[in-house]
């Protein structure tokens, strides 16, 4: 079955910093791979995605992800963080069998001033 | 604003009863999802239209039922509510029907069943 796992539930960065948030996905085939930020009082607003080709995804907000087959990751960077960026992060897997996406419980986002 | 509209931002009802959200997706998508979202659960799926079809199903409890009309909005009516059903429930829209679709979200309606 197809599932995703982010083992971070709350993650506390200071501005200027770097960010990795983690993500591990189940999955038989090569999946589609999203990253979605909520603010909050917002819905889900996409960072980036994956489907096929360079394993390196630029999105935007100056995030990036790279997808890794051999870990079944697919980890959200980003090099600086702002305090515009607290809100929480979601990995989603989608899958064709289904045609349905499979949400990781998300990780929290604090940046400190 | 992701240009897709779900009504009301609110809703307060008691058990038992039964209530209707609506979603207007953005223009030109014919794909509708609905999520319902809960601090133990998560971000779940429960059901997604295409062009006025049903296209997949998820964790939708048989309480609850979708249909999406001609004009391409989308209701969501649940019933026989139960106080585990309250959650914010969104509703999103894709120009396609397939999963690797970017998916556009509503800002939710939060539902407090009393």
């Known amino acids: 079955a197809q599932s995703v796992t982010q083992p971070d539930i709350h993650i506390t960065v200071s501005e200027g910093a770097s960010l990795e948030l983690r993500c591990n996905y189940s999955?038989?085939?090569?999946?589609?791979l999203f990253w979605y930020v909520q603010s909050p009082g917002q819905g889900l607003q996409l960072l980036l995605k994956?489907?096929?080709?360079?394993?390196l995804v630029q999105g935007i907000k100056g995030f990036e992800a790279e997808f890794k087959r051999s870990q079944s990751s697919f980890n959200l960077r980003k090099p600086s963080v702002h305090w515009s960026d607290a809100a929480e992060y979601f990995c989603?897997?989608?899958?064709?069998?289904?045609?349905?996406?499979?949400f990781g419980t998300g990780t929290s986002l604090t940046v400190i001033p | 604003d992701s240009g897709v509209t779900q009504t009301p931002k609110h809703l307060i009802t008691a058990t038992g009863q039964r209530v209707t959200l609506r979603c207007s997706p953005r223009s030109g998508d014919l794909s509708v999802y609905w999520y319902q979202q809960s601090l133990d659960q998560g971000l779940q799926f429960l059901i997604q239209y295409y062009n006025g079809e049903e296209r997949a199903k998820g964790n939708i409890l048989e309480r609850f039922s979708a249909q999406q009309f001609p004009d391409l909005h989308s209701e969501l009516n649940l019933s026989s509510l139960e106080l585990g059903d309250s959650a914010l429930y969104f509703c999103?829209?894709?120009?396609?029907?397939?999963?690797?679709?970017?998916?556009?979200f509503g800002s939710g309606t939060q539902l407090s069943v009393l």
């Open positions: 999955y038989g085939a090569t999946p589609y």
């Open positions: 999103a829209s894709s120009d396609g029907p397939f999963v690797g679709e970017k998916l556009f």
């Open positions: 989603a897997v989608g899958a064709n069998t289904g045609n349905q996406f499979y």
């Open positions: 994956y489907f096929s080709g360079d394993t």
